[in-house]
């Protein structure tokens, strides 16, 4: 069902409103395109206040593309621990590795492309963050629509279920083509702070006399159920001798790909052996995931090399897993003072 046209927002209204009240973000103090980036990328999954703190260490750590196209990717993962969606920071890595190849080579020279189709050649970059890019960073005329969009538009236009093609014709439609990245950024702005999902401030709106929902506000859009799939685990955690916990790096392609971690079992928790102590259970919620890891600890000390939590990038999961054990105030973890700990 197609949106039909009805009473015309104010452009001039909400750009006026984003100049005096929009938040004083670090990543809105630059014209670093590479910044841009890295903000819209963390931002896909991750909160603003969270975000902040991760943009800081991530522009600190690789403050150029090419600094990070010359890291390997355990470093760049490493500067992403705690921001989750793991997958995000290793196509990150490859944007940054195909950017700095030559044209002649399919890459970029060395500088981020500012064309709405080139960016969108990119790994890990859609049609949101290309449009964002473009827009914040090269004031391309492109209009992007994420979820603070997508509720401003369907309370405007008082539509239920917007689909995908009507959403981008009216970001499209309203996009103010003088002012392309401050007009995305107004919309974005008023969707996170007054136009938000549950208690709208609609007295605060710059254009609530243009919104043919503010009756009824929350009715529009009607949330999308996600189901959250729940998943028992288990994990047996062993020490070396110099009381380093034994952990490996998991594959690329599986749960918290790329991380270092105690081995993870999915399933009912086996009967185990007499120097297997039980030390506590630990729960981790992911968007679509509720996981329970029992946790056990070896007393025997394993021939193994392990690895100190610190010195490598670790799930906030894993980093649960080895702070229980530390907890549980054994001896072997000698390693787990709470000042070592990788837990940032």
């Not at 709405?116 to 990119?122: F, Q, R, T, V």
């Not at 107004?186 to 401030?201: D, I, W, Y």
């Not at 710059?206 to 999308?224: L, M, N, R, V």
């Not at 079992?265 to 729960?283: A, I, L, N, R, Y």
Request: include cysteine.
């Amino acid at each position: 069902m197609s949106v039909v046209a009805l009473s015309r927002l104010s452009q001039t209204n909400l750009l006026d409103w984003y100049d005096e009240h929009k938040r004083d973000l670090p990543w809105r103090n630059t014209n670093d395109p590479w910044a841009i980036l890295l903000s819209e990328i963390l931002l896909q999954q991750t909160q603003v206040s969270r975000g902040i703190v991760y943009w800081q260490r991530m522009i600190e750590t690789f403050p150029t593309i090419e600094s990070m196209a010359n890291s390997h990717v355990d470093k760049v993962l490493k500067a992403w621990e705690g921001a989750g969606y793991y997958s995000r920071a290793r196509r990150l890595h490859a944007l940054s590795q195909l950017v700095m190849l030559p044209s002649s080579e399919g890459g970029f020279d060395g500088s981020l492309p500012s064309s709405h189709e080139s960016l969108l050649s990119l790994p890990g970059i859609g049609p949101y963050t290309s449009a964002a890019v473009a827009s914040i960073a090269f004031g391309q005329p492109f209009a992007c629509v994420d979820g603070n969009i997508k509720r401003v538009m369907a309370r405007q236009q008082r539509v239920s279920e917007p689909s995908t093609k009507d959403l981008q014709s009216w970001a499209d439609e309203h996009l103010v083509r003088q002012r392309p990245g401050d007009w995305n950024q107004a919309l974005m702005e008023l969707g996170a702070t007054v136009c938000t999902p549950q208690k709208p401030q609609c007295h605060r709106c710059p254009i609530q006399s243009s919104c043919e929902g503010k009756d009824t506000p929350t009715a529009y859009p009607i949330p999308k159920k996600t189901t959250v799939k729940k998943a028992t685990l288990w994990t047996c955690v062993e020490f070396d001798r110099q009381g380093n916990p034994i952990i490996s790096q998991r594959k690329p392609d599986g749960l918290f790909g790329g991380l270092w971690g105690p081995q993870l079992h999915e399933g009912e928790v086996p009967d185990m052996k007499s120097e297997q102590m039980f030390v506590g259970t630990v729960e981790h919620k992911l968007s679509h995931r509720s996981l329970t890891v029992h946790v056990y600890m070896s007393t025997r000390l394993s021939s193994q090399v392990g690895r100190h939590p610190s010195g490598v990038a670790m799930s906030v999961l894993d980093q649960k897993i080895i702070e229980i054990v530390r907890k549980s105030g054994h001896e072997q973890t000698s390693f787990g003072k709470k000042d070592d700990m990788a837990h940032r």
